[in-house]
């Protein structure tokens, strides 16, 4: 068994070796092509909330370029990180797979250090200290959320510059904007799971009818202590509060 472990523990420290080096690879491309070319705008709308048992964290499906060009309309923004913790993504979808992708690889490392499953903070601080270190040249936010055994459903926001806040909920991305008003109305500490879902989507049908950069699918994700569920509601299942 400590072979094995011993084993384990070196390919991953070289595995991450190497994507440090593709992170900063990345990184510098990005520096370089910015120097030729302006970078375009993206948008997004991406929210966590937590509820009594678990927490649900979510996103819309739209990928986007510039203010009106649609890349994609079936992206899933929502990764996971660990068993039962969760990013979502807001700007620029390469410095954002390369930081989660590295993020993966210290979470795997820690845990079998640990011994144990990794705690959400710890996730959310490996999330911080990349995006601080690399706060000049990533363009890239995150919503860190998940379940633990030490302090249960907790939701952790890691803006672009490196700061880290935990909150009962948030919201991001350029649709968020347009609903402010209606989580800080409708957010209540304790809800149900069927409350929360609710919440949640109603959220994101609202950002969506509004921001032209924000649409497709709603993506959820569910994480209790039971594990992490993944609910996907079509467009046409959302729902609508005004004529469209």
Request: aromatic share 10%; glycine share 8%.
């Amino acid at each position: 068994m400590s072979v094995y472990i011993t084993f384990t523990v070196e390919r991953l420290v070289d595995e991450i070796f190497i994507h440090n080096l593709y992170v900063e690879f990345i990184i510098m491309e990005r520096h370089n092509s910015y120097s030729q070319v302006k970078g375009v705008s993206t948008g997004t709308t991406i929210l966590a909330v937590t509820f009594n048992g678990g927490v649900i964290i979510g996103s819309d499906s739209r990928a986007s370029m510039g203010e009106s060009y649609v890349s994609s309309k079936t992206i899933n923004k929502l990764i996971q990180v660990h068993d039962k913790i969760f990013c979502c993504i807001a700007g620029s979808l390469a410095d954002a797979q390369a930081v989660t992708k590295m993020a993966k690889f210290q979470l795997s490392f820690h845990s079998i250090q640990m011994e144990s499953p990794p705690l959400v903070k710890a996730a959310a601080s490996i999330m911080r200290e990349l995006c601080y270190n690399n706060k000049e040249e990533l363009q890239a936010g995150f919503i860190t959320a998940g379940w633990d055994r030490k302090k249960g459903p907790q939701i952790y926001v890691v803006s672009m510059g490196g700061m880290l806040l935990s909150q009962p909920f948030t919201i991001g991305g350029s649709g968020s904007t347009y609903i402010y008003g209606y989580v800080d109305a409708k957010f209540k500490p304790d809800m149900s799971l069927e409350e929360a879902t609710q919440f949640s989507t109603n959220a994101l049908a609202l950002a969506m009818g509004r921001d032209n950069v924000s649409g497709g699918v709603v993506h959820l994700v569910v994480i209790t202590e039971a594990g992490a569920k993944h609910i996907v509601v079509p467009g046409d299942k959302l729902p609508k509060f005004h004529d469209e």
